[in-house]
């Protein structure tokens, strides 16, 4: 994975600190997985990722 640096602006700025992943929702939204990534500063981002290949049995 790359690194990923939080969005989230605050006082104008781009907050910047690493996120970490909290949660991943598999098969809920379409075709994708839902990704939650939260900073230090409890900042959540919602990432939509394309799902890895599955069995279809």
Do not use: W
Not at 29 to 40: N, P, V
């Amino acid at each position: 994975m790359e690194d990923k640096k939080c969005p989230v602006f605050v006082d104008g700025k781009e907050c910047g600190r690493p996120l970490t992943l909290v949660d991943l929702e598999s098969e809920k939204i379409a075709r994708y997985d839902l990704a939650t990534y939260e900073c230090s500063l409890g900042h959540r981002s919602y990432i939509l990722l394309e799902p890895k290949t599955r069995d279809s049995s």
